[in-house]
């Protein structure tokens, strides 16, 4: 199966021929989530006018990898799993599959087919995933950057977005994938048991998952949010790091036929890391959803 990086770094020095999709036009479904909810500029003080946190746990350590599954959310593993355990084996260097590749966005590149480019953040045009150049509270100095976008199939309906912190090597992956014949629940069952296989799991730990506050929302966010489905999260509990205590979380829920991931690795102790990790994953659901529920797209129809 296809697996595709597409390097997202900025570096005015590099010059890189390379062939350029055709400029996509401004996205013409409803508003993303970032959008509707201002989470292009967020503070610590928005962050607790906007949302609501609640505690999750997913305990699958005794859950087998499903045949039918277990190749696609291998590969997602070897990015969200494998390559936080080794920086040095991918960051800035280029990937060895022969069937990869490479898309660099230089000052004047145009993205990648099947994707937008508007507002500083990446758009995924079929399933309406949206990642920013960056993740940051607006008082922080750290930035989780944009460093790559992924593609798994030959179709782009298997993508994701990986960022870097711009200070240590913790990581946030998000990924939409279309995958209606799978289930949530045979999802995060396989998801957390590749997790086993990555990591020496030390056992599950509780994550936060985001949600809007209720009450002051538009017509159009409470339209989004009306019926709205429910996710599966969970923490891992990983072990020390140079004498530094980590997990391994997870975020999935599925939209209309897209199953919305984000995975992040970082310090057991920071609330932030965490915080900006659930808020991107509510983003990125709430994306994905507002475009589906807008514009729906054909199942089995190749792009």
């Known amino acids: 199966m296809l697996f595709r990086f597409f390097t997202a770094l900025a570096t005015p020095l590099l010059l890189l021929a390379c062939a350029s999709a055709p400029q996509t036009e401004r996205l013409a479904f409803a508003s993303s989530a970032h959008d509707l909810l201002g989470l292009d500029d967020l503070s610590r003080v928005s962050i607790l006018q906007k949302f609501s946190f609640r505690q999750a746990t997913l305990d699958v350590s005794d859950t087998p990898l499903n045949a039918s599954t277990d190749t696609k959310l291998s590969q997602h593993e070897s990015i969200a799993g494998n390559l936080s355990a080794s920086e040095k084996s991918f960051r800035n260097i280029e990937g060895k599959e022969a069937t990869a590749s490479y898309f660099v966005r230089t000052q004047n590149a145009l993205p990648p087919a099947g994707w937008s480019d508007v507002d500083n953040r990446y758009t995924h045009l079929e399933s309406g995933l949206g990642c920013p150049y960056g993740i940051q509270i607006s008082e922080d100095t750290r930035v989780f950057v944009l460093e790559r976008l992924l593609q798994f199939d030959d179709?782009?309906?298997?993508?994701?977005?990986?960022?870097?912190?711009?200070?240590?090597?913790?990581?946030?992956?998000?990924?939409?994938?279309?995958?209606?014949?799978?289930?949530?629940?045979?999802?995060?069952?396989?998801?957390?048991?590749?997790?086993?296989?990555?990591?020496?799991?030390?056992?599950?730990?509780?994550?936060?998952?985001?949600?809007?506050?209720?009450?002051?929302?538009?017509?159009?966010?409470?339209?989004?949010?009306?019926?709205?489905?429910?996710?599966?999260?969970?923490?891992?509990?990983?072990?020390?790091?140079?004498?530094?205590?980590?997990?391994?979380?997870?975020?999935?829920?599925?939209?209309?036929?897209?199953?919305?991931?984000?995975r992040a690795t970082y310090p057991s102790a920071d609330q932030t890391a965490e915080m900006l990790s659930a808020i991107h994953f509510m983003a990125s659901h709430l994306s994905v959803r507002a475009k589906n529920l807008e514009e729906p797209i054909a199942p089995g129809v190749e792009v």
């Open 155 to 262: 179709i782009g309906r298997d993508v994701g977005c990986h960022y870097v912190a711009n200070d240590n090597s913790d990581m946030i992956t998000v990924f939409a994938s279309y995958w209606p014949e799978i289930t949530l629940e045979d999802h995060a069952a396989n998801a957390g048991a590749a997790i086993y296989q990555t990591f020496d799991v030390q056992g599950p730990a509780s994550v936060s998952i985001a949600s809007p506050q209720a009450g002051d929302e538009s017509a159009e966010v409470a339209a989004l949010l009306d019926g709205i489905e429910e996710p599966i999260a969970g923490g891992f509990d990983i072990g020390e790091r140079n004498g530094v205590s980590y997990k391994t979380s997870i975020w999935l829920v599925k939209t209309f036929g897209w199953h919305v991931k984000l």
